[in-house]
């Protein structure tokens, strides 16, 4: 992963930090306030310095990942390809590291939408519609 930074004067990029260890699997990075959150392809979900790349903390979840995180305030929303919702609170991690889970029994691999909202998060697969998830605390 790497940061970049866009000097509109000059009308040009600048790559400010690059990190190995960021490296996203198939998810794409969500980035809140300061904040960059990675899946990787081992399933470990990062937390690093938008502005620097430095890593805060790393938790193993339950992957593998197709779908995007999700960012509502603190509360982090991953599925699982499994169909396997969970929920971090990126406040304290490594101490609540699931807030609530919950499986989705489906066919094929599980996709999350980017239209989550705080306590709620479409999710759906390519044969079935999307539903929405109420994640309760």
Not at 47 to 66: H, Q, S, Y
Request: glycine residues 8%; charged residues 20%.
């Amino acid at each position: 992963l790497a940061g970049i930074r866009y000097d509109s004067a000059n009308r040009s990029v600048e790559e400010t930090w690059t990190e190995a260890g960021l490296r996203p699997g198939t998810a794409s990075p969500v980035v809140t306030g300061s904040r960059v959150y990675v899946i990787n392809n081992a399933s470990y979900l990062n937390c690093a310095d938008v502005m620097t790349g430095e890593r805060f903390w790393r938790i193993r979840l339950e992957g593998p990942f197709g779908a995007s995180p999700v960012a509502a305030g603190p509360i982090l929303y991953a599925v699982s390809e499994r169909g396997l919702l969970q929920v971090v609170d990126v406040r304290d991690p490594l101490c609540n590291r699931w807030l609530h889970g919950v499986t989705f029994s489906t066919s094929s691999p599980v996709r999350a939408s980017s239209k989550a909202r705080p306590s709620r998060v479409p999710v759906g697969t390519s044969r079935e519609p999307e539903r929405l998830a109420r994640c309760v605390n």
